[in-house]
């Protein structure tokens, strides 16, 4: 299996939002204000593929700190969310 891409720090920073695969399994992403002292956090929802996700049910959610540390936190739980659904 592939590995995961997640944009820059700077692509979330600026509000940006994000839709990606990996396997059968697909995400969203996007940063929301927090009431954490660490300010943003980045959303991120998962489903299984290969509909949209309007159409689909979100299977597992998650937040983690707008950070690098915080990106490389999410894609390590987007990548076991992905192998999990290739069973």
């Not at 399994?25 to 299984?48: C, H, I, K, N, T």
Request: charged content about 20%; cysteine-free.
């Amino acid at each position: 299996m592939e590995s995961i891409h997640i944009p820059t720090l700077l692509f979330w920073e600026n509000g940006n939002s994000w839709y990606g695969s990996l396997g059968r399994m697909r995400f969203f992403a996007r940063p929301e204000q927090s009431e954490d002292p660490e300010g943003r956090q980045l959303a991120v929802q998962v489903w299984r593929g290969p509909l949209a996700m309007e159409h689909s049910q979100i299977l597992a959610s998650a937040a983690f700190p707008v950070t690098e540390e915080g990106l490389v936190r999410a894609a390590a739980w987007l990548e076991e969310q992905a192998a999990g659904m290739e069973d």
